[in-house]
């Protein structure tokens, strides 16, 4: 067997497979808080949650995303979402 077809054999993935890994893209761009819900979530102003926002994104524990959302006229959507992610804990021996 050539070489080249032995890579184009392992690079052949399924239909399912691709599928799934967009799928799984998707989610992971998706699963965040909008603003607003963050604000109605905490009782905390949207002048506030953008600060702490952008506090999160300065200290590099911020993902953004992207995700549907309906608006009060029930047309679809798409706003910014965002996920904070945990500080890291500094290593004490």
């Known amino acids: 067997m050539s070489r080249r077809s032995d890579t184009a054999e392992r690079a052949q993935?399924?239909?399912?497979e691709l599928v799934a890994e967009i799928e799984r893209i998707d989610k992971e761009h998706s699963d965040g808080a909008s603003v607003t819900e963050l604000a109605a979530k905490t009782g905390r102003?949207?002048?506030t949650i953008l600060a702490r926002l952008k506090t999160a994104a300065a200290e590099g524990r911020l993902?953004?995303?992207?995700k549907r959302v309906f608006s009060i006229?029930?047309?679809?959507t798409m706003?910014?979402?965002y996920k904070v992610l945990r500080r890291?804990?500094?290593w004490n021996p």
């Open 13 to 16: 993935i399924t239909h399912e």
């Open 45 to 47: 102003s949207r002048e």
């Open 63 to 66: 993902v953004v995303g992207r």
């Open 73 to 76: 006229d029930g047309r679809p």
């Open 79 to 81: 706003v910014p979402c």
């Open 88 to 90: 890291k804990r500094a």
